[in-house]
């Protein structure tokens, strides 16, 4: 286990050198120059300042020296200020981590255990009406781009209703409309596959077993068919929760949340470069530690698999 | 020059809509206490007035700091932290007495040496200033001639330095805060205004506190003469349109900027809300047209350009009739705007392809005009998604009616200033918010190509902009800035497209908020009513 734990994290290591990289070159690729948006209509006015700012953030220098500069900061836990509010990266990006992972992790709750639900059900009714209504609503919810599913919530319960505030963090009444927002799609997708799953895992000849063994159907299910059915369902879940950070930068920004997205696509705007090489950064972090703890919940789903 | 400094007029107009409709006012006493929460699209990027600020950071600004003096909407100077001021008459050396009462929210009294720090501060370069180094023009030196009594000296002459100290980028910081906080005095920032920082979280708001000790407001603008009637202010940021209008809507907050044009007669409508408006002073939104680059470099081109844009219809159509048509280098709303110039290009599409068959420019199989084989097509550079496709298509349609085709390239922000600084377009529109008319030698001086976006070069607007630039008296500028602005529109350097107003939507309840000379909101004579 602690072997397979050290590759593992060996391996990462060039996933997120790759993405650092790849980010760095696409930023200082994409034409346009930080230092001008930052001074405006100034820029071309008083090329003397353009200069003199661009040397003062150390924008003239190669772009090797430019990399191997963040790099040897980032090992220190320094991520450089941002270009447009002057203010520590580290700050920044730490201040913007908790709203997004609350957000996240309730959004992804939210999703497995309504997915897996509905998954089930329309599984268990098989052909009936259920399953038709959960399958509905599974499409539904796939075919509703998040930002339209936000504005839509916010004018039946913020506007009309008048239960929940529309913007906003801390406090569960915040937090209640975004984790609708942003699980509704990889909750529609995890039912899908949950349903599937399960009718796959249906035809076994163990289901057949423990069915013959008298056991009552709400065992057989809950216990026997689901725990199996469940192991494709977490690969899924991994990608889906890489998918939803993704769509948490559409929601915060919907909800005017703080966080990681909202703090990416400002800085992107803005070319504000040393902001979204942090915010790059943690995102290759985050997903490399959920492919990590995706692979080990395998060895607890399903005994077969061990770590050695 | 100062760039975006955003100064502006407030508006009769304005404080007009203020006032409930119908029933002539019955006058109330203003009550302390109460929040305002104000939701902006874009988030002010500082509290500190001599860093590298965007325009929307000085309403944050303007509430925590004060400045030397005061300019009302009219262009008239009102003493602040200054009691009275000296100009030598060549504009290069400026005195200035100061209030001796002036504490700062640290409690550091306010004195020479605080100003002398301040412009001090604003060159140097670890300060990364952009906005504020531009307000500051010549800047030489600062002599403390007493302890209240500071002597501005400027290395050329420099008239509109009056109306730079004036704005929220030359307000005065605390030198003691400055000294303890360094670069983080953005996190502690610390002026004499009439609001305190309280906290900040980036992204999200900024929230500022009423201070108490307040009683040193301009002389003769606002009600309130002592500390404000707001307990607190948050600024918010809410970047989604929607979004922002559902807040003020449900009272989560209780003012917002800037209402969407589409969604001003609704909301104005409802007795629950009311709509400011308060007319931006400077460059209307306008397109400018390079005179270095085929096809505009052709005097006719851009005279039938002028000719052949209808701005009525299309205030009409795109705008909801919000914004009035503009027709002239300045907006109304300006000092020095000359309104014998709306006349000079009506709309007449005929005679916009009268000119071009003159010229030579012969319709082709296509429709699009055609001279020594080249074809009429007119490069216009924009930044896409922030407003400016729906006017740039639909000048397309204007001009394609005449022959001329316009090709729409559309950008991202940073590309885009690469582009033009280059030379690279034939049509790039601006919007620039200022309150002296001095703006008009940043967009046409000869020294100021590239930002000269038309990149004209012409000996007599160059010589009249810096005789303007060195005469202290603005009624003596004002008749060389007529003179400007009749060459602007006889070259045909740029086509006006509409006077813009800074739209602000609050609650009904929210009371006496009145408009800086660049049309941003000041909030010392805010009150909320109580329901």
Redesign the interface.
Known sequence: MARYLRQRLTGSLPVIFGVSVLVFLMLHL?????V???????????TA?LD??RQ?LGLNDPLPVQYGRFVWRALHGDLGRSI????PITE?VL??LKPTAILAVAAMAVAVAGGVLLGVIAAVHRGQLMDNVAMFLGLVGVSMPGFWLG?LL??VF??QL?WF?????GGLNRLVLPTLALALAPLAVLARLVRSSMLEVYRQPYVTTARAKGLTERVVVYHHALRNALVPVVTLAGLEFGRLLAGAFVIE??????GLG??AI?GI???DFPVVQGVALLVALIYAGINLLVDLSYAYLDPRVRYG | ?S??VRLAAVTLLALALVLPSGSPTLAQAPRTGGTLVYGIRQ?P??T?PH??A?AVAQRVVAAMYDSLVFMTPRGQFLPWLAESWQVTPDAKVYTFKLRRDVKFHDGTPFNAAAVKFSLDRIID??T?S??A??ALGPYDHTDVVDDFTARVHFKDSYAPFLYAASTPYLGIVSPTAVKKWG?DF??HPVGSGPFKFDSM????NITMVRNPEYHWPPKGFFTNTGPAYLDKIVV?????T??RI??L??G?TNAIEPVPEKNVAALARDKRYRVLKAPYPGAPRLVFLNVKKFPTDDLAVRRAVLYAFNQEQMVRTLLFSVHTPAKTPLTPASVGYDKSLASMYPYDPEKAKSLLEEAGWRAGADGIRVKGGRRLVLDEFIIGNIGLDEPAQFLQGQLRDVGMQVEIKS????????GI?KGDHNLVPLF?IYADPDLLR?LYHTG????NWSHVSDAGLDRDLEEAYKTPALSKRIPIYKRVQAKVMDLALALPLYNEFNLVGIRTEVKGMVFDPTAYPLFYDVWIEKK
């Open positions: 994409v034409p346009g120059d930080p001008m948006v930052l001074l405006g209509e100034h820029s071309a006015a008083d300042a003199r700012l003062t447009r509010l002057n203010l920044l201040q913007a504005s916010i004018f913020s506007v008048g505030p529309a913007t906003g963090q920004t919907v909800f005017s949340r703080v909202r703090l400002t705007l803005n070319k | 020059m760039g975006r988030e990027s500082t500190d860093g590298s965007a370069p670890a990364k952009t906005s180094i531009a670069v953005i996190k979280v980036p992204a999200d918010k940021t809410i970047p989604e929607s979004t559902a807040t809507e449900n989560e950008m991202a922000r940073a590309a885009w200033y690469e600084n620039y940043g100021n190509i590239p930002f």
